[in-house]
């Protein structure tokens, strides 16, 4: 478990900043991973495949390189990785 102290020298309280832009945060997140998701559709659609039959398959070398597979794989790590911040976005609680 990772803590984090933050202070302030400000009048006005901090948690509320806090809680704020932790909520703002995650909206943002959450509304990358819908357009991330809505931009491997059409990837999935034209190949027949899922994102993650895809990867595997690009892994084992089963598919040649291309330009559009190279995309598809950029906008697939991108949504693991926004999926990952969301969740650890999610696992923050404020403790006073």
Known sequence: MNHLILTTTAQRQLQ???EDASTDEMSMLEAAVKRTEERLKPYEAAHGMSSTQFLQRYENDELAETLDFAEWI?????????????????EIKLVH
């Open 16 to 18: 509320p900043l806090v």
């Open 74 to 90: 950029g906008e697939f790590r991108l949504l693991t990785r926004l999926r990952e911040e969301a969740a650890a976005c999610r």
